[in-house]
């Protein structure tokens, strides 16, 4: 699901083609991980369950592993020591991971995940939720990984991304039609706002991955309510989610260049009204500007100045995420 403006990035790695491969071929890779979205018995047959006899549907060719009789309890162990997040935690998991990959990358991603992608070994399996378009597969697939893209519809995407073949797989993020412990990573962006349950989609990505495998995603925080979103993340709503659902978090940062003051004109204002949104540009200026005499009036009573990551932070358009499921989790 897409939310942001088409120029966000423009039309990055659109390529003629990139649905090519898709169909059976992906399906019979993945066939043996596929998993019924009701009982969770094994899925050999796409279009019905042997264990709870659920049949499922497609559209225009592609599964839709999806059904209303999904059900199940979200628990979760919640102790006093998180209803505060300790500054310890905050200072060692706020921070921006290193970019190391090259050339242009696919609409939406995001450069440090992007690094953890092409550092997968070859014929890791990654799930995508919230594929929109099918957009990263063409990225994914050059990279040796075997790539399945899930989306809740193929039609909540802008037409431009529509061309790139659509999800392998309908599938609701709260009841995921994969077997537990079969895929080294799960990539979901601009998808985590979308859900009705953050935390059950959490605990269904930490069920999936195997032990080690890794949770890239990222939620709006400052970004207008849109699109029937549900919940937005602030750097602690992020920070709990994660250690809710028991993934030890690597790096959690704000979405680059991807602040509230664009985020809001450029997905709030409508037709020529958008002309306005680099006015966003103009706040964002004198944000920064209030950040720096504040800390020059900081360093001249000899106090350390503000973390540049956390006045980002504080107006993030969106929060991004890298975690991981503990080696030794069962
Ligand atoms: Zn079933």
Not at 108 to 136: F, K, P, W, Y
Request: proline share 6%.
């Amino acid at each position: 699901m897409m939310q942001r403006a088409p120029d966000f990035q423009p039309d990055a790695g659109v390529v003629a083609g990139a649905g090519v491969g898709r169909g059976a071929a992906v399906l019979d890779d993945w066939r043996a991980v596929l998993a019924c979205p009701v009982c969770g018995a094994g899925l050999d047959d796409p279009a019905r369950c042997g264990g709870c006899s659920e049949e499922f549907g497609e559209e225009g060719g592609t599964p839709r592993l999806m059904s209303a009789r999904s059900s199940a309890p979200v628990r979760f162990d919640f102790s006093g020591a998180r209803s505060v997040v300790p500054e310890e935690l905050k200072r060692r998991v706020l921070k921006r991971p290193a970019v190391g990959v090259a050339g242009k990358l696919p609409y939406h991603m995001d450069g440090g995940q992007a690094t953890v992608l092409a550092g997968l070994a070859r014929g890791s399996g990654v799930l995508e939720i919230g594929c929109g378009g099918g957009q990263n597969r063409l990225w994914m697939r050059e990279r040796g990984l075997r790539y399945l893209g899930t989306d809740v519809s193929k039609t909540r995407v802008y037409e431009h991304l529509q061309a790139f073949g659509g999800p392998d797989v309908l599938a609701d993020a709260h009841f995921l039609p994969i077997r537990d412990e079969s895929v080294d990573c799960v990539y979901a962006a601009a998808v985590n706002e979308h859900l009705a349950c953050p935390l059950r989609a959490a605990q269904e990505v930490w069920r999936v991955l195997k032990p080690g495998g890794v949770y890239l995603g990222n939620c709006s925080f400052m970004e207008p309510w849109h699109d029937e979103s549900f919940f937005h993340m602030s750097p602690n709503g992020v920070i709990e989610l994660l250690l809710a659902a028991r993934f030890e978090i690597e790096f959690v940062y704000p979405g680059a260049g991807w602040h509230g003051f664009v985020a809001l004109p450029r997905m709030a204002l409508m037709g020529p009204l958008r002309g306005l949104a680099p006015l966003g540009r103009l706040f964002h200026l004198v944000y920064r500007a209030q950040t720096w005499a504040a800390n020059a009036r900081r360093r001249a009573k000899g106090k350390a100045a503000h973390d540049p990551i956390m006045v980002e932070a504080k107006i993030a358009g969106a929060m991004t995420w890298i975690a991981r499921k503990p080696k030794g989790a069962a």
